[in-house]
């Protein structure tokens, strides 16, 4: 078991505290003359430390035993960093009690303080998890500060115990959110050291500047130059001696001093070779512009960038830019340099790089850094996320991403920016077409646009539609307030925009109440004669631009409004008089600052969004379209309302017996190793494993057993039960006619027996006999299990009619206890939990209670690929799952939130 858990953990690579890449991997024998290397190289104090004496002998035993042959309850974790060892973790457990394993490590001399240590034992708590280990224990010197700081910054519940020159150290396994943010801390310190030489680079070579004015590579090297790069530049290629005005050199091996970052124009199958060359030469870190790399140059590329721990951009891409000071980089082959700003963009197309890229210049937002990803072999959003966090100049992120390689990990990272800036994306790939076949209900309901949804939705991100959505979107976050709230006054000088505007802010989710009585009379003060102002505010044509401006100030400080919506036509009016109503927002003094969000609609204006530039130094964004600018109001006042809640927390569950499930899966898995639906008596044992709560159950596999059953279940001559007949493969019961209900007496249930056993012969292996359920609310919970997302909860309206009614919210597990309250309020049907028309609510918190067991189950269990508790009946005195269908599948248990790279 061991040896088959460590094996899945070879050629892991990861990254230390300086960015610089490790691999790590279980040892092997022929690993002896490198372990006997690093403990001959240690220096006596170190050897001190790590053996309790300075003594070679003990570095030889520990290296043959570390290098021995494979035993059980015995994992040794080796790292290297460029082939050369770093660093050597051990674990072995206690034959008398193998959930505890004691575990040492040893870190080379020049290696101290980059992290190795730590990482190693993140990598030895996760395998020693999978394998039924629950606590490390550690001796150590008591003047070893070093290894019992590595223990302390963990993150893990480490207890100490001091006997007299020694320190005994006690550490569980179980990872909280403690340590979830510790790793996350150290990621984030290890990715952004690992992005340094590609985003701030102080040399450059640019690999296949052809001398053809339509080379790729030449492209990208004028880009450069053009940008005025502050460090060196090179470019390479064999035949000439200048490109663009910069020396040529005939391979990268050739240049004098390597350059830290690599920009690659060269045909598919010389990438292998050129990136080998690159490693060689100390290059930390590739830009592969080339598309069409087969399989063969595809897995060669990165094992040499791991091997040398480059960090790669691309391949398939348009190139990076960092317009901050004193780097300027334009490593891209876009047509028009980008505007040096403030927002961070990542995307995976190139053709909606350049889109976003020029519509950031035009509005006058730019951009901090760029990146176009391409086919992500290495760097990800992910990675960009962490770097915008700490560079100090990004207030913004955009991405377009295709793909999510760790979307629980991304989540994370997400959820912790998205506090500090504003994130948004297109929502690519939105259709059914992907839809997988479904078996039950849950799965059924499962889209992969609600599990995206999900995702967006728990981090926080703006998910628009269209590169223009985004574009308008953030406009308006870079240049306005956020509004306090969904409340809309809408003002123009014509009634029909008025009302296309007012509409497109309902359809939007905003609100646009009638205004207080004694706004609306100091409006019309303002106003010119035949004006109304109950909102929409229609100021009329006569509007002159200084009593439009006082309207605005009015509005933008009144409480009951959160945000005001200018909309103006041009009209002959204005045209004779040369009042410009437009005035009212560009020429407002400065001391008359808005405390509210301002946005215009202008409907002759040619442009989709502009940034109107007043004389106080802010700026109004202008839309051409009134459902533009909607759109753009409502992803903001949805951003305000996530800043303004409390982040989640991960409630304590008490009584979850995660073993005994673990042991149910495994004993289910070994009978059936392609997997498949558990039969309802094992169903129901697992939900007891995690008490969630059901009805009283009985399995019967005869006559006789079904009347004894219904006799303990139902034992007054009033009590009712339900028969539900079983066979292997049955999933919809209903449908089937499997399902028999109130059934009063011996004789029914014999009768309801015979019945079933009579319609589905042979087949039916047994039945399920329940009592009779008060009546109540019905809902569905259920878990998909999805190979990228993880596993996916979902909730709404249940019963026989889930499906046709598609009632449903779904979250990203595991969920917190915002989640769960999202979960309860997001469906249409939610008033009928909370007394709708006088009606009491439903015992609430139990139904959170459900929904969080039901997350910790699907966290806990990777194989569970679908549960379906439906119906979920719902009380005032409580909440009980009536029918659960639960699937299990054959799959390794991957940590998410495991340091790694790709």
Request: charged content about 20%; aromatic content about 4%.
């Amino acid at each position: 078991m061991t040896t088959d858990i460590a094996h899945r953990a070879e050629m892991t690579h990861a990254l230390l505290a300086d960015g610089r890449t490790v691999e790590i991997r279980q040892a092997r024998p022929e690993d002896i003359h490198q372990v006997l290397w690093l403990y001959e190289e240690m220096s006596p104090e170190n050897l001190r430390l790590r053996f309790f004496g300075a003594s070679r002998l003990s570095g030889r035993m520990a290296a043959e035993r570390f290098c021995g042959p494979p035993r059980p309850g015995f994992l040794p974790l080796i790292a290297f960093c460029e082939d050369q060892i770093v660093g050597v973790a051990e674990y072995e457990t206690d034959p008398a009690g193998p959930a505890t394993a004691e575990v040492a490590l040893a870190v080379a001399d020049d290696f101290h303080h980059r992290g190795v240590g730590t990482l190693l034992l993140e990598h030895l708590v996760h395998a020693a998890r999978a394998n039924g280990v629950a606590t490390f224990t550690a001796d150590a010197l008591a003047d070893n500060h070093a290894m019992l700081q590595v223990f302390a910054d963990l993150g893990l519940s480490t207890a100490r115990r001091f006997e007299n020159s020694e320190v005994h150290c006690t550490v569980g396994l179980e990872p909280d959110e403690r340590y979830l943010a510790a790793c996350d801390e150290r990621g984030r310190t290890a990715d952004a050291a690992s992005l340094r030489p590609l985003l701030r680079p102080r040399s450059i070579a640019v690999v296949g500047a052809g001398t053809k004015p339509g080379s790729v590579g030449r492209a990208v090297l004028r880009n450069i130059r053009r940008a005025g790069f502050g460090g060196a530049l090179h470019a390479v290629n064999p035949h000439t001696h200048t490109v663009e005005h910069t020396p040529c050199y005939p391979s990268v091996t050739a240049i004098p001093e390597p350059p830290e970052l690599a920009v690659l124009a060269v045909p598919a199958r010389a990438v292998p070779q050129v990136a080998e060359e690159c490693g060689k030469s100390g290059v930390r870190a590739l830009v592969v512009l080339t598309s069409g790399l087969d399989d063969a140059e595809a897995e060669a590329l990165l094992v040499t960038v791991r091997r040398y721990g480059m960090r790669l951009v691309g391949p398939n891409c348009l190139g990076i830019a960092n317009t901050e000071e004193p780097v300027r980089l334009d490593a891209t082959f876009a047509a028009h340099r980008p505007l040096p700003g403030t927002a961070g963009v990542a995307v995976q197309s190139g053709g909606v790089g350049i889109a976003l890229l020029g519509g950031l210049s035009r509005l006058g937002v730019g951009v901090s850094s760029f990146v176009s990803l391409g086919d992500k072999y290495d760097v990800s959003g992910n990675d960009l996320l962490q770097w915008w966090e700490e560079d100090g100049r990004t207030d913004m992120a955009l991405l377009h991403l295709e793909s999510f390689g760790n979307p629980r990990a991304f989540s994370r990272t997400a959820r912790r920016v998205t506090r500090k800036m504003p994130l948004l994306t297109v929502d690519a790939g939105r259709s059914d077409a992907g839809r997988r076949a479904a078996a039950s209900h849950t799965a059924a309901a499962a889209t992969p646009t609600m599990t995206r949804q999900a995702l967006f939705t728990q981090a926080g991100i703006i998910a628009t539609r269209t590169v223009g959505e985004l574009l308008d979107t953030a406009a308006l976050l870079h240049a306005q307030p956020l509004p306090t709230g969904s409340r809309v006054a809408v003002v123009s000088n014509a009634g029909g925009a008025g009302v296309l505007a007012a509409d497109a802010c309902v359809e939007a989710g905003l609100s646009v109440p009638e205004l207080p009585a004694d706004l609306v009379e100091e409006l019309l003060e303002w106003l010119p004669p035949g004006a109304s102002a109950t909102n929409p505010v229609d100021a009329t044509a006569a509007v002159g631009d200084q009593s439009l401006s006082a309207v605005l100030d009015r509005l933008s400080a009144h409480e009951a409004v959160d945000a005001v919506l200018l909309a103006l036509v041009p009209t002959a009016l204005a045209a004779a008089t040369g009042d410009d109503p437009l005035r009212a927002l560009t020429h407002a003094a400065p001391e008359r600052r808005r405390p509210r969000t301002v946005a215009a609609v202008l409907l002759d204006q040619a442009e989709s969004v502009r940034l109107l530039h007043t004389r106080g130094g802010t700026a109004v964004p202008a839309y051409a379209d009134p459902q533009a600018a909607a759109r753009a109001l409502a992803h903001a006042a949805e951003r305000a309302r996530f800043l303004a809640r409390p982040t989640g927390t991960f409630p304590e569950l008490h009584g979850t017996d995660a073993d005994g499930a673990r042991a149910l899966v495994d004993a289910f898995l070994a009978e059936h190793p392609d997997g498949g639906w558990l039969d309802p008596r094992r169903s129901a044992e697992l939900l007891d494993h995690y008490r969630i709560p059901q009805l009283p159950w009985a399995w019967a596999e005869d006559e006789q057993g079904a009347v004894d059953a219904a006799a303990r279940l139902a034992p007054g001559p009033e009590d009712r039960v339900v028969l539900k007949a079983y066979w292997p493969g049955l999933v919809h019961k209903t449908d089937e006619g499997a399902v028999l209900l109130d059934l009063a007496g011996e004789e029914k249930v014999r009768q309801a027996y015979r019945s079933l056993a009579g319609r589905f012969g042979e087949v039916m292996t047994g039945v399920l006999v329940q009592p009779m359920a008060e009546r109540g609310t019905e809902l569905v919970a259920g878990v998909v299990q999805d190979q990228v997302f993880g596993p996916l909860v979902l909730f709404g309206l249940g019963g026989t009619a889930t499906e046709l009614l598609a009632d449903h919210a779904a979250r990203l597990a595991p969920l917190t206890d915002r989640d769960v309250h999202d979960l309860i309020t997001a469906p249409r049907s939610a008033p009928l939990l909370f007394g709708y028309r006088g009606g009491g609510p439903v015992d609430l918190e139990g139904l959170e209670q459900l929904l969080l067991r039901v997350s910790r189950m699907a966290c806990d269990l990777p194989q569970l690929a679908e549960a379906d508790l439906n119906p979920v009946v719902a009380r005032p005195d409580g909440v009980t799952a009536l029918d659960v269908r639960i699937r299990l599948l054959p799959r390794q248990a991957r940590d998410p939130y495991l340091r790694r790279l790709r």
